[in-house]
């Protein structure tokens, strides 16, 4: 029991001095990355954007030709996001920023939820996915990331393609991660949400 108890302890600490290299390492950065606003915009309409998104699985396109509204054309858009970033400084004293503190956004990643828990990527929601971004967020000010919120693949997979036909509305939360690094290579991310709502909405 000794020896079994020995190796436990082992197992454990090891497994927390990894954990916490984890959390150094992340947490090294001298600044904050804050989400200032997280939104979203309908890929078939006006690049306008809005805190939360009504995603249409199928839109039926009546121009250019040979598309018309006798004969529309069925058409898959995806849908892009946008997040508004600036950083925070962890030392509070007065201290100014350097260009050294400034940001450089490299990547994005999407995962959906559902607030009733049923999240089987595949059946419940969308697969979770990363997307490639690059934007540097300065010391002082906002800088503004687009990014893919929705691909065209997910809506051609389940649980979205069954919306064409079905009628079915799916509520999802998009868990948005940004992850960058600092001038110096200090690891640093930031995740916001926001509401996206699929099913076939109308096209007018």
């Given at each position: 029991m000794?020896?079994?108890?020995r190796?436990?302890?082992?197992?454990v600490?090891g497994?927390?001095a990894?954990?916490?290299?984890d959390?150094v390492?992340s947490g090294?950065a001298p600044?904050?990355?804050?989400?200032d606003s997280?939104?979203?915009?309908?890929g078939?309409?006006?690049?306008?954007?809005?805190s939360?998104?009504?995603?249409?699985?199928i839109t039926?396109?009546?121009?250019?030709a040979?598309?018309?509204t006798?004969?529309?054309?069925?058409?898959?858009f995806?849908?892009?996001?946008?997040?508004?970033?600036r950083?925070?400084?962890?030392?509070i004293?007065?201290?100014a920023?350097?260009?050294?503190?400034?940001?450089?956004i490299?990547?994005?990643h999407?995962?959906?939820v559902?607030?009733?828990g049923r999240?089987?990527?595949?059946?419940d929601?969308?697969y979770?996915f990363?997307?490639?971004?690059?934007?540097?967020?300065?010391?002082?000010?906002t800088v503004?990331?687009?990014?893919?919120?929705v691909?065209?693949d997910a809506k051609?997979?389940?649980?979205?393609v069954?919306?064409?036909?079905?009628?079915v509305?799916?509520t999802?939360?998009?868990?948005?991660?940004?992850?960058g690094r600092?001038q110096?290579?200090?690891?640093?991310?930031?995740?916001g949400?926001?509401?996206?709502?699929?099913?076939?909405f109308?096209?007018?």
């Amino acid at each position: 029991m000794r020896i079994i108890n020995r190796i436990l302890i082992t197992l454990v600490t090891g497994l927390a001095a990894t954990s916490c290299g984890d959390v150094v390492r992340s947490g090294r950065a001298p600044v904050f990355l804050v989400i200032d606003s997280l939104a979203a915009a309908n890929g078939n309409k006006a690049q306008t954007f809005f805190s939360f998104l009504l995603s249409d699985v199928i839109t039926n396109v009546t121009t250019p030709a040979p598309c018309t509204t006798d004969n529309p054309c069925p058409t898959i858009f995806n849908d892009p996001g946008q997040a508004i970033l600036r950083l925070s400084p962890k030392d509070i004293s007065g201290t100014a920023p350097s260009t050294n503190n400034d940001v450089t956004i490299t990547r994005v990643h999407i995962k959906y939820v559902r607030a009733d828990g049923r999240n089987i990527q595949g059946i419940d929601v969308p697969y979770e996915f990363d997307a490639a971004a690059t934007a540097t967020v300065p010391a002082t000010g906002t800088v503004t990331v687009g990014f893919q919120l929705v691909r065209h693949d997910a809506k051609m997979e389940s649980p979205l393609v069954q919306l064409k036909t079905n009628g079915v509305i799916i509520t999802t939360i998009a868990q948005v991660t940004l992850y960058g690094r600092d001038q110096v290579g200090n690891d640093i991310s930031a995740t916001g949400s926001l509401e996206v709502d699929f099913g076939n909405f109308g096209d007018q």
